[in-house]
């Protein structure tokens, strides 16, 4: 493409100034790279809810530790 050379070219009708833009705003906002989605903080309610140690490690005497209380 050239600099001279148009980026939209209409080929039938006779669109209005207000058509052109919101066409040029679709394409536009289409083009644009989407943003990655920011990770949802867990709440420190859940986090409670829920703590780190609370998973059985594997090993010698795991089957004994995981039925006595924590």
Do not use: C, K
């Not at 600099?3 to 039938?12: D, G, K």
């Not at 833009?21 to 289409?30: D, F, K, P």
């Not at 943003?35 to 309610?45: K, R």
């Amino acid at each position: 493409m050239s600099a001279e050379e148009p980026l939209l070219r209409v080929t039938r009708g006779v669109p209005t100034a207000e058509e052109l833009a919101a066409l040029v705003g679709a394409v536009v906002t289409r083009t644009r790279p989407v943003a990655a989605a920011e990770p949802v903080a867990t709440s420190g309610w859940a986090r409670s809810g829920r703590p780190a140690a609370a998973t059985p490690a594997a090993g010698p005497g795991a089957w004994r530790a995981s039925g006595l209380p924590r």
